[in-house]
Every structure is written in structure tokens, then in C-alpha cells.
């Protein structure tokens, strides 16, 4: 069973520091990476997507892979409170177009 | 970038029945995706449908629980039969398409269904 493993948290960060998310996978064979964010009540929402090593930076945003070892992360700098949602990890496995994490809530205290 | 329209957004079933969501893309897309969330969890694929044939469904899942239907390339329903309060979750469609984030490629949903069985 392909797996996405993610700290559920809650994290928080006050406004203004940097939330930094994990994850990391269990399929070497995966070359494509989304993290999602979902407020309560809502569906997800794809905020980033990454397919090579090193970072790839959009925004306040910035996701980081490191395939060697199966890891991807989320930086949000300049946390704001409307950044607080929850933030799934998606990872496509074999022939299941996303596999995903459980979620890391965050949340950005003012 | 795909515009997903789905429905209903919330319904409260009795148990033993069965609800019907629909989704709707406003292009045509090869392959449509069928999620459930259940409280407090994260999203586990149902099954994929392709318009034209059957549905493949994920372990665990089984057709005659979950029927599917696919007539052409921008719609697909999901069924949930003989509904109990296990069933109670969101229920979210998918498509892989250009996001609105600045053109990056991904999986786009639906805005979901959240159905509660009592």
C-alpha cells in the first residue's frame, strides 16, 4: 500500500513567521507532487504542484522535493491568518491518481 | 482551467435509500474521479470513470455499492446505495486539469457533496 504520510498537527505559527509542512512518501517510483489547502467546509483547493528536485517558489509560497529522500514540504512565509486551513499532501501512486496525506492543520495566530 | 459544477452540495438521507450526485465539467476531460471524505480524514479515492466503460473501483470499494455512471466526456454521476450512517461524508468529484494558480497542472474538485445519513 502506497502511503502519505504527513504530521496532522494542529501547528501553529504566529502572523508573519513562516509555517513550514511536511511529508514525505513511500513510492520512489512518483515524479509529481501537489499540495492542496482546504478550509473547513470546503474542497481542496491545488495551491502548488512540484515535479523535480530543489524548490520552486510562487509566491509566498515555496515547495521543496527531495526525491532521494522521499520528502516534500510546503513553506509559507509571511504567515497570515487566512493561511489557516488544513494542508494535504497528494502524491500519485502506480494507477491512483492521488494518493493523499491525512493533513497538517495550521494555524496563524494574530 | 476547469470549471466543476456539483450537486447536490448537502443532503440528509435516511438510511436504506440511495442519493444520486451529479457532476458536471465544462470541458470535456478523458477521465472523472470519485472521492470520499469522511469526518476528520483525508481523501480516499472511490473509483475512476471513463467515459465509455465501466468504472475501476479502488479496494474496498465495490460497484453495487457505489454505481457509476459516465454517457459522455463532461459528465458522471455517483450513486451511494442502501445508504447507512457509515456513509455519512463528503463526497467530491475530480478532474486532472489546468489549475487557475498560474497555469500549474493538477487535480481540480468539485465543490462537494456532504451527505448525512440518519
Known amino acids: 500500500q502506497k502511503e502519505v504520510e504527513q504530521n496532522s498537527g494542529p501547528l501553529s505559527v504566529p502572523e508573519g513567521a513562516i509555517a513550514s509542512l511536511n511529508c514525505t512518501y513511500s513510492?520512489?517510483?512518483?515524479?509529481?507532487f501537489f499540495w492542496y489547502r482546504q478550509y473547513s467546509g470546503k474542497s481542496p483547493e491545488l495551491i502548488m504542484s512540484?515535479?523535480?528536485?530543489g524548490d520552486k517558489e510562487d509566491g509566498r509560497f515555496t515547495a521543496q522535493l527531495n526525491k532521494a529522500s522521499q520528502y516534500v514540504s510546503l513553506l509559507i512565509r509571511d504567515s497570515q491568518p487566512s493561511d489557516s486551513a488544513t494542508y494535504l499532501c497528494?502524491?500519485?501512486?502506480?494507477?491512483?491518481?492521488?494518493?493523499f496525506g491525512k493533513g497538517t492543520r495550521l494555524s496563524v495566530i494574530a | 482551467s476547469a470549471v466543476i459544477s456539483q450537486k447536490p452540495s448537502r443532503d440528509i438521507c435516511q438510511r436504506g435509500t440511495s442519493l444520486t450526485i451529479q457532476c458536471q465539467v465544462d470541458s470535456q476531460v478523458t477521465m472523472m474521479f470519485w472521492y470520499r471524505q469522511q469526518p476528520g480524514q483525508s481523501l480516499t479515492l472511490i473509483a475512476t470513470a471513463n467515459q465509455g466503460s465501466e468504472a475501476t473501483y479502488e479496494s474496498g470499494f465495490v460497484i453495487d455499492k457505489f454505481p457509476i455512471s459516465r454517457p459522455n466526456l463532461t459528465f458522471s454521476t455517483l450513486t451511494v446505495s442502501n445508504m447507512s450512517p457509515e456513509d455519512s461524508s463528503i463526497y467530491l468529484c475530480?478532474?486532472?486539469?489546468?489549475?487557475?494558480?498560474?497555469?500549474?497542472?493538477?487535480?481540480?474538485f468539485g465543490s462537494g457533496t456532504r451527505l448525512t445519513v440518519v
Open positions: 512540484i515535479y523535480s528536485n
Open positions: 497528494a502524491v500519485p501512486s502506480g494507477n491512483t491518481p492521488l494518493v
Open positions: 475530480s478532474v486532472d486539469r489546468v489549475s487557475p494558480r498560474q497555469g500549474d497542472y493538477g487535480y481540480t
Open positions: 513510492d520512489r517510483g512518483s515524479q509529481s
